[in-house]
């Protein structure tokens, strides 16, 4: 049986030119994302395939393109929930609260997502590595944008001494890639610790990792 992602049940609700859809439709189109969604996961993109995805969902292929003209149809609402739950936690960091306390709860945030999403992170990662040729103009825009305004708020913290000094777009960058990593080395991780819930122990080092290297000496 397919696991249950809210991010795929988000995509299925997505409206389209403003058309409601009925009971019936959106409990197909979740059907449909969410073993998309393992599929992607499991082969990548170029390796996924309608019929995998039709078996997947238990429903049939031309079923399946009632609903979605392509695979690269659910791989592109697939992304857009994605982005859009991936990024939430960077536009909820409060210019006004305490900075340390901000970003060390960005982080927490982060790493909750690669505990509960590791498929949907493992299919991001995938895009990117592929050139990200869906997602590409949203990374150079919307992406680029928050990015820009978040470093600016930890530019501005640091220059008041409130954070020690620190490149706030690489910081950015860093907390991505400690996170995102317990999720996109799932196996590594787990092959290494022998365990396979290692986020708890994560959480502790990331929070004193960051706040040694961000309190102000």
């Known amino acids: 049986m397919t696991e249950t992602s809210a991010i795929a049940q988000g995509a299925a609700r997505r409206t389209a030119n403003g058309k409601s859809r009925t009971r019936i439709q959106l409990r197909n189109r979740e059907r449909i994302l969410q073993a998309a969604l393992q599929v992607f996961s499991q082969y990548g993109f170029r390796g996924a395939t309608l019929d995998q995805i039709a078996g997947e969902s238990g429903l049939s292929k031309p079923n399946l393109l009632y609903y979605f003209p392509s695979k690269e149809a659910m791989h592109q609402d ?23 306390e901000e970003i060390l709860a960005y982080v927490k945030r982060k790493l909750e997502l690669a505990r509960d999403y590791p498929r949907e992170s493992r ?22 944008a928050l990015v820009d305004e978040t470093a600016e708020t930890i530019r501005g913290w640091c220059a008041a001494g409130r954070l020690a000094p620190v490149d706030p777009v690489h910081l950015i960058f860093s907390i991505w890639a400690l996170t995102q990593h317990y999720a996109d080395f799932q196996v590594q991780v787990t092959a290494v610790l022998g365990q396979d819930n290692p986020f708890e122990a994560a959480e502790a080092h990331l929070e004193t990792l960051f706040r040694r290297l961000l309190t102000p000496g």
């Open 123 to 144: 299919l991001f990662a995938n895009e990117i590595l592929q050139g990200a040729p869906r997602i590409l103009p949203i990374l150079e825009t919307d992406l680029r």
């Open 78 to 100: 697939l992304l857009q929930a994605l982005l859009t739950a991936w990024l939430d936690p960077l536009r909820a960091l409060d210019a006004s609260g305490d900075p340390l």
